[in-house]
Structure formats: C-alpha cells, structure tokens
C-alpha cells in the first residue's frame, strides 16, 4: 500500500484555499486534499489532522498563522463547540462569494455543466435570527437538570447553548423556559431522558410559536408544561406532542395536539400561508419570498397554461403560480402539508389548485402513461434529489419550462444533468442564501425544452 503523506494526530501547516461542501476549508499536504474544520480560506494555519482516508485527509484548525482577510470574530460564544452553524468566522460577504463558487463547482464537477449562467448568491438583508424552525435535542446533566441544544461537531453529544443567533428570538425564549419550567424529577433522569427533544415552528409575521415535545412514550408532565409554557410565553399558540419512532428525536411520530392551535399563518411576499406544525415550509420568510418571486419569474405561465408543482409542502410555489393559470397540481407526500395546501387555495379563492397527497416518484410514471402533460413544471424535492425516474417523468410530460429548487447543489448538479440529458438544458442557476452562517445553499434553475432553447439562442 503506498504510504500517505500525512497521519493521523501529525499537525502540518496549510495554506487554506477554498471552501468544500459541509463548510470544511481545503488546503493541500503534499498533494493531499486536507478537509479543515474551522478554517477560513486565504488563512495559513496549523491543521491538526483527525482523520486519514486513501485520497483525502480531515483536520482542524489549531492556531491561525496568518488570518484570511475573510476571517472575522463569530459572535456566538458557542461557536468551534456547536455544529449547528460553520461559518461565523467568515464574512458574510466572503460566504456568499464561496456559496457561489460551491453551485458553480458541483455544476461543472458532478452536472459536467459549464456553460450555465451562474448568479451572485442573493443575499439576506439580516443574516441573523433568522431561523424559523429550531429542532433542540434535550440532554440531561449530572445533577438531573434538562438543557437543550445541539450536536457538537462531529459528535452526538449535545452542547448546552446560553444562545443561539440562527433562531428567532422567540425560539430561544422557548427553550429557556422549557429549561427552567420542567422540575428535574420529571425528566426521568439520565439513563432514562423522556424528553429527548423540542421543534419550535415561529411565524415572523404572527409573532406567534408552536411547540411539539418528542418525547419517549407519553410522559405526565407534557400537559402540565403544555400550560406552564402558554402561561409563561404568551405568543405560544400551540403546543403538540409526538412520540420518539427512530433512534434519534428527529424520527418521531405525527404530532399530536395539546392544547391551543395544530398550526399558524405567515405572511411571506404579501401572500398568507397557513402552515402546521408537521409541514414544510423554507426556512426563512424573508428570502422564500425571493424564492417564490423568481420561481414565479422563471415559469412565466400564461392563462391557457398547466402547472404542476412536484413535492408542493403548503403551496408555497403553487399557489402564486396558480391564479395565472389554467390548472395547478400539487404533489406531496405528508398529510399535513397537503391539508394545508388545500386550505390555502381555498383561503386565496383558488379553485383550479388540486393537491394530490402522493409519493411523486409513484405517481408520476403513472401520469406519463395516461399521457398527462404539463406546461410548466416546478419542483422542490428534498436534500436527495428527485433522481432519475422523476427527472424521466418529468420530461415525459413534454412542459415548456421545468424550475428545479434545491437545498443540495451536489443533487442539484446530478439532476440537472439528467434533465439535460432529456432534452431540457439548464440556462440559469440563481443561488440564495436561506442557511447564512452554514455551509449550505437553496438555489433555483431554469430548464427549457430543447426547441425553445434553441429558438432563444
Ligand atoms: C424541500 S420541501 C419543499 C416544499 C415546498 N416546495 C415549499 O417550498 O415549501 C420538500 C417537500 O417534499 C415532500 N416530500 C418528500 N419526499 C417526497 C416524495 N417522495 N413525494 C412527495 N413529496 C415528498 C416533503 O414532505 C416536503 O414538503
């Protein structure tokens, strides 16, 4: 086997280049990709190494030798410990720029896409505070006393937080007063945690919060806290309970209602979405309505014309599409974002819109047999992609203009390819930062069939 050029547990000095997905600096040991946590690129720095594989290596920064021009104090006092966030020591303006280059790069690396245009990561105004879902995991301590946070790097174990910049502030406030509201004895102690971890969903138009408690089995305090907490913040206006399903609190059950409202409504670009405590909706207000405006942009519907919306959440591209439309089809798999959907559209006065509560990559390929078309088709699958028999569906459905959306630009990249593969080059990506201070990015990209493009040309 032929030796590496680093080990691990060796410190080697590195000059730190770019940015990689995940929000790793990569800097080169005699020609060895070194993956470095808590780098900036443009720093010098000792990178202790944590991990050898055949082709790359993983490290962490140990002290700055000479700072990026990028590199900036982070505020929050978590941060290094935490891995809910990435970048905070990196300028915002400098996260945007790698954001940037991380879309191009998967277009070109994983799409073999190089001649896609490419636009300037739109920014956020507020790249703080802007979260508007928080998923805590709960711990308990040694004297019995509950803290909620997050993940450290790398790790399982949660880190305790005093703060938190991502989420709004009253999600904070939420996990505050859960710490203090629930008595230690409740808890079921350390061996046995009953509360292992709390969503808060905030509408930022509301100023109003829902609560679900994941929980192991269903523990007696979950009323009593229920009330405590509706009396102690009173922009809580629901509070919801779900029972753990997997190993980790994220894989939980539907949630159930407590007490007060099952969901909320927020006003994002001037439309009014009812949105449930078990739906998706993009993670910040303020640039899903960027979102919502250059999807509306890009399909460019007309009266006579068909829309589907493929993974559809609440309606959240739908339905602005839709009251330009002749007809709007929504496909989604959850229940609750489908009730949602369908109470939006009757909410807007929308009666073209039909939500069909189904896996897409199963109904699809039936609607392609039938013969169904489209001539507009949007779709914002999950951070795995669509993936090929979507892409093939989608093709099949013959539409003017495909608007793909992606939280993944490696599964972006991979089925954008695809789609140009089927006839359905890409002309324009548009990254936006919904997730500042983390490594990841929402982009959108147009897709237009072959003879149109060729026409545009
Ligand atoms: C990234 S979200 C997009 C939602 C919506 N477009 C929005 O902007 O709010 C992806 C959505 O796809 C749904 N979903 C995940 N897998 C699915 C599948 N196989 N078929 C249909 N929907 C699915 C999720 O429930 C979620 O609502």
Request: negative net charge; aromatic residues 6%.
């Given at each position: 086997m032929a030796e590496r050029p680093v080990e691990k547990g060796q410190t080697v000095r590195l000059r730190l280049d770019s940015l990689a997905v995940g929000g790793e600096a990569v800097g080169r040991h005699e020609g060895m990709a070194v993956f470095t946590l808590?780098?900036?690129?443009?720093d010098e720095a000792e990178v202790e190494i944590t991990e050898v594989s055949r082709r790359f290596a993983r490290g962490i920064v140990r002290s700055v030798i000479e700072p990026s021009p990028d590199r900036v104090d982070p505020p929050c006092p978590h941060f290094g410990d935490c891995?809910?966030?990435?970048?905070?020591?990196?300028s915002y303006e400098a996260q945007l720029r790698h954001k940037t280059a991380m879309v191009r790069d998967a277009l070109q690396r994983?799409?073999?896409?190089?001649?896609v245009e490419v636009g300037e990561t739109a920014s956020m105004?507020?790249?703080?505070?802007?979260?508007?879902r928080a998923q805590y995991s709960a711990a308990v301590n040694e004297s019995g006393e509950l803290a909620l946070g997050f993940a450290r790097f790398h790790a399982h174990e949660i880190v305790a937080l005093?703060?938190?910049?991502?989420?709004?502030p009253l999600s904070e406030r939420i996990r505050t007063a859960i710490e203090r509201l629930l008595?230690?004895?409740?808890?079921?102690?350390?061996?046995?945690?009953?509360?292992?971890g709390v969503e808060t969903f905030v509408s930022f138009s509301a100023g109003r919060a829902l609560i679900t408690l994941v929980c192991?089995?269903?523990?007696?305090?979950v009323r009593p806290l229920a009330d405590a907490l509706t009396e102690d913040v009173s922009e809580v206006a629901g509070v919801l309970f779900a029972r753990r399903?997997?190993?980790?609190?994220?894989?939980?059950s539907p949630a159930e209602l407590?007490?007060?409202?099952g969901h909320l409504l927020e006003e994002v670009g001037g439309h009014t979405y009812r949105v449930s405590a078990d739906s998706f909706f993009q993670t910040s207000p303020v640039q899903a309505a960027r979102a919502i405006e250059l999807v509306r942009e890009w399909a460019?519907?007309?009266?006579?014309d068909t829309v589907v919306d493929l993974y559809s959440g609440v309606g959240t591209f739908l339905l602005p599409l839709a009251g330009r439309a002749r007809r709007a089809f929504g496909v989604e798999a959850a229940e609750s974002a489908v009730s949602d959907g369908k109470a939006n559209a009757r909410a807007w006065g929308l009666r073209n819109v039909t939500f069909y509560q189904r896996n897409v990559e199963r109904v699809l390929p039936r609607w392609v047999e039938r013969g169904r078309t489209a001539d507009v088709v949007v779709l914002d699958p999950p951070?795995?992609?669509?993936g090929p028999i979507v892409t093939a569906s989608v093709a099949k459905l013959q539409p003017r203009r495909i608007v793909l959306v992606s939280c993944d630009p490696a599964t972006l990249a991979r089925d954008l390819k695809h789609l140009a593969e089927l006839g359905y080059p890409c002309a324009r990506v548009q990254p936006i930062d919904?997730?500042?201070?983390?490594?990841h990015v929402e982009a959108a990209a147009l897709c237009e069939r072959q003879a149109e493009a060729d026409g545009a040309a």
């Open positions: 808590l780098g900036c690129p443009g891995g809910g966030c990435q970048l905070q020591h990196v994983i799409g073999g896409l190089t001649d105004d507020e790249p703080w505070r802007y979260r508007n005093t703060e938190c910049e991502l989420q709004h008595p230690p004895t409740d808890q079921g102690g350390r061996e046995r945690p009953l509360l292992l192991e089995g269903q523990p007696a305090f399903r997997g190993r980790a609190a994220v894989h939980r407590v007490m007060g409202e460019d519907i007309g009266p006579g951070r795995k992609g669509a919904m997730f500042p201070q983390t490594w």
